[in-house]
């Protein structure tokens, strides 16, 4: 057995020169990042320089399936999608679920790095290991749905794409890419930096098979952890009534975004208009990804009012959160269509939201007006509207070209005080709720992409089971895991996640599988074992939480390199410190600063971070990122000797 078998190849394209070509540069870094985001990441940071802008063609698209893609471990199915962060010039990443991750190793390639830009729409074709560079002028300006359908109905119905819409064409901040039309890679508008290059898809048909180190014991392994996911109580509640099940949990939290996170409670009649039940009756069937013991997705078709014969796969959590909370739409139909608009169009569903949730709320106290909204209505709950300005956005027209720059940039061109009204994270805009839990805000706000609770937030703090102190100590070092509403321990709790969130995305590994969602799962010890029989490698649980802790760092590196971010955009936005709960069991709750800077200097000083939130080169060449240990002190000596000269 070949460590490439494993790990698969890296592809390398050029679409300015229309080259491609093919390295094992996998088999050379697998020991410290993975692959993944890990690999991924290691790439953007050796091959930008602070001076390479988002939409440069030298900046890579950077595509890769976790070390453990293509196997039958539990929930190995993701892909991770990387490069700059178009909001803020730092740390770009995404993950998403699906088919195309476990063809691309089919094919034999573990990651794919994009570069240039195409003289024409293109699409990639990889069959296999042959690979073409293909004119998609006849797709540009499709669906995702539509490019999709083309490609399938050209390629065979087994082929796997990761598209872009109108929104990655038109360069909006929030496009994603969207693979197999559903399952977005959704973050930092990597959408944008795709369709910047004139690339519309990749697709992919795979039939080799990924053959593992050890199989009699990796066998043995994978055996007894789908019996540990499958018995899960958390599984069964995921498979049965999927992500939307948590909206209960959420508003006993009072973490719900209500009317634009004005408030974090909804009123229980209003919740029950979009709970699982009334979303069950739209429900066609439920799926799964390959390699899933839970199936927490589902499809879904309207057959009455405004939306009918609207169909396809949609709705989690966000959604609800997003579409309902956010804007006040207790109305399962408009959700359901709305989540399928985005996709369609390629754009990832928080940051719409929250763009038009700050147009609704300026609108509610008078900063907009219909003359600056093309005649609409920005009136709560107004699914109509809602409609409209996802198509705005997508296309640039009229006032969805503001809202295309995302609610930081959108506020600051309309002025008139509604930059308050603002809520992105690192200039992104933002989903979570940051009142409470404690923890949840801490991850959020630590993110390296800026914002969001899949680097580092414990969903473990809004768990329906109850888990003891003890086993809490045992599982993730910290007795006060499940106390939402304690700073105490918290720091320490999302330092583990950060850690095991980098795990997770470079062996490709849904987090629903493992204990990001419930004690009862997939352990790093669990991990550890699968990755050596898999690659004969004897790695312990500790070791494998070093490899997150070093892909952490050299994100963190890279943010203060390439953005300047430090300890002042790790502070949540205002509203959170400033306004409390209105609403609810945790009324009153809001975020004390003083308790919140304590999280910030013990999460710091865990990971060996300045209290300024800078790494310290000494950490850095700990974990052996000796490279970026002398990028940092250069440039701090450079910033000291800019001090001095002012001076």
Known sequence: MSLENVLGKVLRVDLGKEKVYVTNETVK????????????????????????????????????????VGTRAPGAVRLNVDSKNYFNNGVGSANAAGEFAPALKAAGFGNIIIKGRANKPVFLWIENEQVEIRDATKLWGKTTWKTVDTLRKKLGRNVQVASIGPAGEKLVRGAAVIVNKARAAAKCGLGSIMGSKNLKAVAVKGTGEVEVANPEKFNKLVK???????????????HELRTISAMKRKNELCSNPVKHFQNGYVEPEKLEKVSPEEFRKYEVKKLSCSSCPIGCRAYYKINEGP??????????????????SKLEIYYVPAVIKAHILCNQYGIDIDTAAESIAWAYECYEKGILTEKDTDGLKLVWGNHETLMELIRKIAFR???????????????????RKSQKYAIAMKKQDLYETMRMPKGWALGAALSTRGGGHC????????????????????????????????????????AYHE??????????????STVWYDVDLLTPQDLADLVSAALNWDISSEELMQIGERIHNLERTYNFLHAGFTRKDDYPPERFFNEPIKSGPYKGEKLHRDK?????????????????????????????????????ENALKNKQDEMEVVV
């Open 596 to 632: 919140f800077d304590q999280m910030l200097d013990r999460n710091y000083k865990i990971h060996g971070w300045t209290l300024e939130g800078i790494p310290k080169p000494e950490t850095l060449r700990k974990l052996g990122l000796d490279f970026a240990a002398e990028d940092l």
């Open 397 to 415: 027209e009229g006032f969805g070209n503001v809202l295309a720059e995302g609610v930081k940039r959108a506020a600051e061109k309309v002025g």
């Open 29 to 68: 870094y697998y020991r410290k990042f993975l692959g993944g985001r890990g690999l991924n990441q290691y790439f953007l940071y050796r091959e930008t320089t602070p001076q390479t802008n988002p939409l440069d063609p030298k900046n890579p698209l950077l595509l890769g399936a976790g070390t453990l």
């Open 499 to 512: 850690k095991l969130h980098a795990v997770l995305n470079s062996l490709g590994i849904c987090f629903f």
């Open 455 to 494: 680097s580092g937030s414990p969903i473990v703090e809004h768990t329906y089971e109850k888990i003891s102190p003890e086993t809490a100590l045992k599982i993730y070092g910290v007795a006060t895991a499940t106390n939402p509403s304690t700073y105490k321990g918290k720091a320490e709790l999302v």
């Open 224 to 238: 007894k952890a789908w019996k540990k996911v499958e018995k899960s109580r958390t599984t069964k509640r995921l």
């Open 307 to 324: 939306y009918t014969g609207t169909e396809g796969e949609a709705v989690e959590a966000n959604s609800v959160a997003d579409f309902a």
